[in-house]
């Protein structure tokens, strides 16, 4: 599957991105959000970033999954999220190229 990287400004908090696209004539949308995770909010304090950011999404929103991890700064680490139904389609999409 071809990929297209759109930059975003980083803002603080959660930005929620809504993409429709046009392809060999098939409009679809799809949604996407992009949050900052701190790591200040980690619940037990760890040294293993890997397990403090397993433990603030294990109650994220179980209507979008994990999308992509960004790269992790000092302060926080930005994930991008994708609705569930938009990932099952995506899915299908790449079973049928």
Same mark, same amino acid.
């Not at 046009?22 to 200040?40: C, D, M, P, S």
């Not at 619940?43 to 294990?58: F, G, K, N, W, Y």
């Not at 389609?89 to 190229?97: H, I």
């Given at each position: 599957?071809?990929?297209? *990287? %759109?930059?975003?400004?980083? @803002?603080? @908090?959660?930005?929620?991105?809504? %993409?429709?696209?046009?392809?060999?004539?098939?409009? =679809? =949308?799809?949604?996407? /959000?992009?949050?900052?995770?701190?790591? *200040?909010?980690?619940?037990?304090?760890?040294? +293993?970033? *890997?397990?403090? %950011?397993?433990?603030?999404?294990?109650?994220? +929103?179980? +209507?979008?999954?994990?999308?992509? %991890? @960004?790269?992790?700064?000092?302060?926080?680490?930005?994930?991008?999220?994708? /609705?569930? +139904?938009?990932?099952?389609? =995506?899915?299908?999409?790449?079973?049928? *190229?």
């Amino acid at each position: 599957m071809a990929h297209i *990287a %759109i930059p975003l400004p980083l @803002g603080s @908090g959660k930005q929620e991105v809504e %993409i429709e696209v046009t392809i060999n004539g098939e409009r =679809q =949308q799809l949604h996407y /959000k992009v949050e900052l995770f701190y790591w *200040a909010d980690c619940e037990v304090p760890t040294i +293993d970033r *890997a397990e403090c %950011i397993r433990q603030m999404l294990s109650n994220y +929103d179980q +209507d979008w999954t994990l999308y992509y %991890i @960004g790269s992790p700064t000092e302060t926080f680490v930005p994930i991008t999220f994708v /609705k569930k +139904d938009d990932w099952v389609k =995506q899915k299908e999409m790449m079973q049928f *190229a």
